[in-house]
């Protein structure tokens, strides 16, 4: 079993930034991928990044390119999703996720590959 909280969440306004970060306990992560989804007001789940935790290889949405950074910090167990030049259209939960995988898996992004998932936080970005 792995455990997952996610934090960092807030209200912040159009081209801000926050750090949300995804504390991780009960296994050791080094086969494990993370990802970060994220789900708006009435819509799906959708991915926005993932991580392969020993490789440290990342994927990034297309949405989110160039905006957001995924990483993690081996001796905290924490994955962080840093969001910088934030715009309205990112208002939603955001939900850490985690998988077994093989050493360099990438490719999760559909919600039904994971097998953990945290309780989520809530990113509101104002106009």
């Known amino acids: 079993q792995v455990q997952l909280v996610e934090s960092g969440g807030g209200l912040v306004q159009a081209g801000g930034s926050l750090r949300l970060s995804c504390a991780a306990s009960?296994?050791?992560?080094?086969?494990?991928?993370m990802g970060w989804f994220r789900q708006g007001p009435g819509k799906e789940r959708e991915f926005v990044a993932v991580i392969n935790w020993s490789a440290g290889t990342t994927l990034d949405a297309d949405s989110v390119k160039g905006r957001f950074t995924i990483s993690r910090d081996n001796a905290k167990n924490t994955v962080y999703l840093q969001m910088n030049s934030l715009k309205p259209e990112d208002t939603a939960v955001y939900y850490c996720?985690?998988?077994?995988?093989?050493?360099?898996?990438?490719?999760?992004?559909?919600?039904?590959?994971?097998?953990?998932w945290g309780q989520g936080t809530q990113v509101t970005v104002s106009s």
């Open positions: 009960g296994r050791t992560l080094s086969r494990y991928a």
């Open positions: 996720a985690a998988r077994p995988t093989m050493p360099y898996g990438l490719g999760y992004t559909q919600p039904r590959e994971y097998d953990y």
